[in-house]
């Protein structure tokens, strides 16, 4: 995989705590996407909030799968869904008893990280948000939460 990182590991979190100081100043909400698409392309928050709107996105609201797959690819990237075998694997390389979940939820990178160490340029998704991951390491407010994950799609430059 290509990496697309223009971010240090060391500065993630200050990344995601600007990110949605910007997105305040712009009096946004519902916005995790704009935030998510953002981090895991090191586009900028402002750059990705338009391509998002010109795909559909209103102001305010939340933004749907296939509003988020069209901005990611006028951004010069591409979204790939993790199959289920994918998801299975992971979940499958937990300890012990672990390995016999059947969800991931945004908390295992932080719970499992040496199953996690290395995934980079990751969009969580789970019912109702979308949350970054990179270098393993969840990039967002849910990162001690239980979201149940329901796709997960690998961000790489087209």
């Known amino acids: 995989m290509k990496a697309i990182t223009r971010h240090s590991a060391n500065n993630l979190n200050n990344l995601y705590h600007s990110i949605q100081a910007e997105s305040s100043s712009m009096n946004e909400r519902n916005d995790c996407a704009v935030v998510a698409i953002s981090i895991v392309t090191g586009v900028p928050y402002k750059e990705v909030h338009v391509a998002l709107k010109d ?3 209103k ?3 939340g933004t749907y799968q296939h509003e988020s797959k ?3 690819e006028a951004l010069g990237f591409k979204a790939r869904s993790w199959s289920f075998m994918e998801y299975q694997r992971m979940i ?3 300890p012990a008893n672990h ?6 939820t945004s908390h295992h990178p932080n719970r499992f990280p040496k199953q996690w160490a290395g995934k980079t340029n990751l969009l969580l998704f789970s019912r109702h948000h979308v949350l970054a ?6 990039q967002d407010w849910s990162v001690r939460n239980s979201l149940r994950i329901v796709y997960i799609w690998e961000i790489t430059k087209a």
């Open 133 to 138: 991951l990179m270098d393993g390491k969840v």
């Open 92 to 94: 499958n390389s937990y």
């Open 55 to 57: 795909a559909g996105r």
């Open 59 to 61: 102001n305010r609201e």
């Open 99 to 104: 390995s016999q979940l059947h969800n991931i």
């Open 70 to 72: 069209r901005a990611i």
